[in-house]
């Protein structure tokens, strides 16, 4: 008996069955034997099994859905009593464990094109940098946090962009890359650190992707015109460009 329930506890079937592959980011989605779906990750010694809701290991911290919102739930209260909220540093080491809980998530749900699921889970590791960095006073602290904001908002940028992306919304979705490179551009620019923007590959995959929606896009007539006019400009084809340039005023006075 002893002997059957260690086999039952040995994972190796499992892993068999789903073999880790390096420089490959595999996730799926299982059914529990509570009957909820879970969020599953194959890494080198296994398995990470994740909630799909909530904290991902499903705890409850001091009976609140995260450590996080236990935190903040005290530091509402020390504010309306007047008082100043402080960050132990070991309560900085537990909120920084809660928020590898969620990027583990996130990049999972990413993976899984589940962008609603990547917005939560990234924001709620944004605010947990902003509550760091207004309740601790020491500034290694707080830069053991700020330090990822920049990826992580890369990744709410993306997941934000791909959703309008899904929806055929180029111009919405270009307009929230821009706004996601800003971010990043004005966070290190207020960091001691400003030498970083021209350095950072969150701001670089921004601007390339950018650049790849941008020449996806759906063109208008009009545009489509004046594309060709700048072309043939530049290959020197002169009657070419003029016979476009009468087109585009034409259909200009025409809307």
Not at 1 to 30: C, I, Q, T
Not at 198 to 212: G, T, V, Y
């Amino acid at each position: 008996m002893d002997h059957l329930y260690a086999m039952s506890l040995d994972l190796n079937a499992l892993l068999r069955d789903w073999p880790f592959e390096p420089g490959m980011l595999k996730v799926r989605k299982v059914t529990g034997v509570d009957g909820r779906e879970k969020l599953q990750m194959r890494i080198d010694l296994g398995v990470l099994q994740m909630e799909l809701t909530g904290r991902p290991d499903g705890m409850r911290p001091h009976g609140c859905e995260s450590l996080l919102s236990y935190h903040q739930n005290r530091a509402a209260l020390a504010k309306a009593a007047g008082n100043e909220y402080e960050l132990s540093a070991e309560e900085c080491s537990e909120l920084q464990q809660e928020g590898i809980q969620y990027y583990h998530r996130y990049v999972s749900l990413f993976q899984l094109n589940d962008y609603a699921g990547v917005i939560r889970d990234t924001q709620r590791n944004l605010d947990l940098f902003s509550f760091v960095d207004e309740h601790s006073q020491r500034e290694e602290f707080v830069w053991n946090f700020q330090q990822f904001r920049p990826y992580v908002l890369m990744m709410n940028t993306r997941a934000k962009a791909s959703l309008l992306l899904n929806d055929g919304k180029f111009a919405e979705a270009m307009r929230e890359i821009e706004s996601g490179r800003d971010a990043i551009v004005e966070f290190f620019q207020k960091s001691n650190f400003p030498e970083l923007v021209s350095k950072s590959s969150e701001i670089a995959f921004l601007d390339e992707w950018l650049e790849e929606v941008s020449e996806k896009r759906p063109r208008s007539k009009l545009e489509i015109m004046q594309r060709e006019m700048e072309s043939a400009i530049a290959k020197e084809l002169y009657e070419r460009a003029a016979e476009l340039r009468d087109a585009i005023k034409m259909l200009k006075a025409s809307k």
